[in-house]
């Protein structure tokens, strides 16, 4: 008989633990989507990649710069606005992205830094810097120095779409690539600079939209959108914002 009470208890005990347990309530740890634009999110560990090791570029020695207020506030060739505070860098052929650590060899001081431009413009300078990139490796004063560079992955949240003209649906060629389009025709310029580095056949058009005039920057006259494809998705997997439209006359 006192065992049988025993039990009965033991079975109430667990009953009402077993409620408890079940009311108690769940917490789960929410991610909710931001209206950052694609590019400029917060950064995420899951949003690096890095290629297989054979794939890693090597270290390597070479000129940097810095550049400063004259862009401050001026679109980059990623299509961000360039912002002298945050830790940023132009790099000639580098995938927009590219994360990169960058050691000054005179004092060993690093920074890690982002490529989302193209430059520098001057020979024998290999990397611009942001403004604070610079300043965290002691590289203001002296304005370039050697760095030692090191590959740490890409962001890939930098790699865009190809996209296609609606007003433009027709399947006759000939066909281009707009890769920039620019109010200040000294930022086209400075966009086809860029692009100069890589690519041939860049040029200039300028179009009137609700009476103020745009420069457009583009590249190549292709005879089908499928081979304008080709290099658009080359040029959208490295970052630009591309646009397939119908071929203009350069300016």
């Known amino acids: 008989m006192k065992s049988e009470k025993v039990i009965t208890i033991f079975c109430f005990l667990l009953a009402v633990v077993f409620f408890s347990a079940s009311c108690a309530p769940i917490h789960y740890e929410a991610y909710p989507e931001t209206s950052y634009p694609k590019a400029n999110r917060p950064e995420t560990k899951q949003a690096y990649t890095k290629p297989p090791d054979a794939a890693v570029p090597k270290s390597k020695y070479i000129v940097a710069s810095w550049y400063g207020s004259d ?41 890690e830094c982002t490529v989302n431009d193209r430059g520098p413009f001057i020979a024998g300078r290999d990397l611009d810097l942001s403004y604070a990139c610079a300043k965290e490796i002691g590289l203001i004063g002296t304005g370039t120095g050697k760095v030692r560079i ?15 003209s609606p007003a433009r649906a027709g399947s006759e060629g000939p066909f281009t ?28 058009t300028r179009a009137e939209v609700n009476d103020s005039a745009y420069f457009r920057v583009n590249i190549g006259k292709f005879s089908t959108k499928d081979e304008a494809y080709r290099l658009a998705k080359t040029l959208a997997d490295e970052g630009y914002n591309i646009l397939i439209k119908h071929y203009e006359e350069r300016i």
């Open 177 to 204: 690539i707009q890769v920039g389009s620019y109010r200040d025709m000294s930022n086209a310029a400075r966009m086809k600079t860029a692009l100069e580095f890589k690519y041939s056949r860049v040029y200039i």
């Open 71 to 111: 862009f401050h506030g001026k679109p980059t060739s990623s299509g961000e606005l360039y912002n002298m505070y945050t830790k940023t860098c132009a790099h000639k052929e580098y995938p927009f992205g590219t994360r990169l650590k960058v050691t000054n060899i005179s004092n060993d001081k690093s920074v």
């Open 150 to 164: 090191e590959y740490l992955g890409r962001d890939a949240r930098y790699v865009k779409e190809v996209r296609y």
